[in-house]
């Protein structure tokens, strides 16, 4: 796998990952880490492949097949020693939390006769041969042989579609038997048949299995797959490389054909990763914040849900500037800046929240200050004194930058309580707007508003004719349907299962507010209970908090 297709990622941004749904697989020579590497996808939600650090190993995190993985490497050879298997599976454990852990690697057989360099061997037992007590006449063999994970062992036996062709034409067998696990690099047959005397029924050896045994006991279900690379029989470093290969490639192929199937791993409540139905602490396919997203950019464009408005909304600012009016939380600013950036519109963002408190002439002193900014104009922080000076300034910062130019102005966040002041407002913003119309370079020029208070009530006999240049488009509380499909949106991006009681309940408190939604999720995703009880908690909180900060 070459560089680019791995990302480094914190360790902590993926608690989430850590419920048991991720398959540890185990390598320990380089060759066997590089081959198995090769074959990770990114899971969805990423471009890349994981790197994760952790204490004082590292973990690739993707797609094996069709489940979620962590791929880690021993620090060295063995069961017993400092970077050994039982240490290292102990660690991953504590760290990752898998229910399944799969050792893939290469091993020696002991039959050159009746086995191939590439035949793969599936642990029923392991041996752990250096266990014994030595004394004067005689050695007394003391290591427990522990057996393998009963269900990971029948799903590997009763593979009936695997096949894996050697250059010769030939394919390799699976061999399902007693593996010897001891701290020797065995490559002396003296040894190997001394070995073979004591335990007849074993068709192969490795140095690490004897440590994953160990470590999963009671943890996890275990098993090793190994190709054969060697016979133990002083012949090792001939074609080493190759035959390294060959068995590494064939021990992945029979680990990918299991990781294929739909149901192998569903007794352990493991399913594959795009159909995970996540419970207690869930998988997370996207960065939260990028899913449950206040503000919209670009890179939120999956998660946001388009509804009719958007196709009122682009249909109406073809001819009209548009103010859109409604309830807070119901959705105004994301459906304005979508659509302004998916249209690839040119427009000046204005923002009027800092002006609270201020006279109606800083409200259009800032609208001017904006605009200047955008044209890159060197003149300093406008201080007109009335309105009428005001205004005629934007007109003509307008016609010496934007003449014949399709340009939007979008203004959010008018800071105005008082009907009066609100009425004064948008006297003077539809004095503006016409005024603006009035000039003949200007007339692909047009304002997009968003406000709480429905500015209709304040257009004057007089104003009437701003009806010819602003579309008046009130935005209601989202339908139920709507909120269903934001819902659906939310939880398949999380990989969140939520109970249908639950989101019956969610539904009918969050009154058509996409707001409250939003805030609801983050809620659930501070801490990891997600219990029923606690689920209906986060609602009553989600509506105190809302209520408390007024946007109810």
Known sequence: MQKEYLMEYDYEKLSHFFNGQLILLVTVTEVETEITRSKLTALDGFERVLKVFRDNYTYYIGKFGKYAVALVQTGSMGSMSAGGSILTVKTALDAIKSKIVLMIGIAFGVDEEKQNIGDVLISETIIPYNAKRVGETENIQRGTETKASTLLLNRFKNITTWEYQFEN???????????????????????????????????????????????????????????????????????????????????????????????????????????????????????????????????????????????????????????????????????????????????????????????????????????????????????????????????????TNYKDKTLLIHIEEIPIDSNSEYRQFTKSLFALINNIHLISELTNVKFILSSIQNPITHISKNDQKIHQYLHFFQLNCWKEQDIKALIEVITKALQYDLPSNIQNELIEQAKGSPRFIKKFFKNVFLNDDRTEANLLQKIKDTDNELKQFGNE
């Open 169 to 399: 034409g030939s394919k390799a067998k699976c061999i399902p038997t007693k593996i010897l696990s001891g701290e020797e690099l065995i490559d002396n047959k003296s040894r190997r048949d001394e070995l073979l005397k004591i335990y007849p029924e074993a068709k192969g050896g490795e140095m690490e299995g004897a440590g994953v045994a160990a470590a999963c006991e009671n943890n996890a279900d275990w098993i090793l797959i190994k190709g054969i690379c060697d016979f133990a029989d002083g012949k090792k470093g001939k074609d080493k490389k190759e035959k390294q290969k060959v068995a590494i490639e064939s021990a992945v192929s029979l680990c990918l054909e299991l990781f294929a199937s739909e149901n192998a791993f569903k007794e352990r409540g493991i399913n594959p990763f795009c159909e995970n139905v996540i419970s207690k602490s869930n998988v997370c396919l996207a960065n939260k914040n990028e899913v449950l997203f206040e503000v919209y950019d670009i890179q939120k464009e999956a998660y946001y849900l388009e509804r009719a408005e958007d196709t009122e909304f682009n249909q109406r600012i073809l001819q009209y500037g548009i103010w859109v009016y409604g309830d807070t939380g119901s959705g105004k600013t994301n459906l304005i800046l979508r659509n302004l950036i998916k249209n690839q519109s040119e427009y000046i963002p204005i923002t009027l929240g800092a002006c609270v408190g201020e006279k109606n002439i800083a409200l259009f002193n800032e609208i001017l200050n904006c605009i200047q900014e955008k044209a890159g104009s060197n003149s300093a922080y406008p201080n007109h004194k009335t309105f009428q000076t005001c205004s005629k300034c934007i007109q003509d910062e307008l016609k």
